[in-house]
């Protein structure tokens, strides 16, 4: 495995700082703990999930690896999905993530995200994934409830 670029480690000029900008750190003992950490932030409408790019995220090219993408957008439209649907169980059933722009180690990412149908037991989901103004990947996902309200997300 190739380290990354000095270009792809400079890239993001000035690093964000989530903290300093109204963002909470997400915390999760799974696999998200992995990659992240991640962080949470209430825009008045819903709940919006960052991450800081590391060189841990980098691929072969020394650029963000779509799989990190994917990971992300998983989460948060789950996460929206969970919040929005009384906080029931849940599982992703499908996720398709299409890569628009590439993202930069260093860059801060952040999604939005936002039910398009509810049903009984499915809920049909879309986001964006942005750095800054620039969409570096689209989602759309569908989740099954699976039954009763619990504290956490899956």
């Known amino acids: 495995?190739?380290?990354p670029s000095p270009q792809s480690r400079s890239a993001a000029a000035v690093?964000?700082?989530?903290a300093s900008n109204g963002w909470e750190p997400h915390s999760d003992t799974g696999f998200i703990g992995l990659i992240g950490p991640?962080?949470?932030?209430?825009?008045?409408?819903?709940?919006?999930?960052g991450l800081v790019t590391q060189p841990k995220h980098h691929n072969r090219r020394g650029v963000v690896q779509g799989g990190v993408l994917m990971t992300l957008a998983d989460r948060a439209l789950g996460m929206t999905a969970w919040h929005e649907n009384g906080r029931r169980p849940q599982a992703t059933v499908q996720l398709d993530v299409h890569f628009v722009e590439t993202v930069r180690i260093g860059e801060f990412i952040e999604s939005r995200c936002q039910v398009v149908r509810r049903t009984h037991s499915i809920v049909f989901m879309q986001?964006?994934?942005t750095v800054g103004s620039r969409?570096?990947?689209t989602a759309n996902g569908i989740w099954k409830t699976l039954g009763a309200a619990k504290s956490t997300p899956d």
């Open 1 to 3: 495995m190739t380290e």
């Open 15 to 18: 690093e964000f700082d989530p």
């Open 38 to 49: 991640l962080w949470q932030r209430w825009d008045g409408e819903h709940w919006l999930l």
């Open 127 to 129: 986001g964006t994934l």
């Open 135 to 137: 969409t570096v990947a």
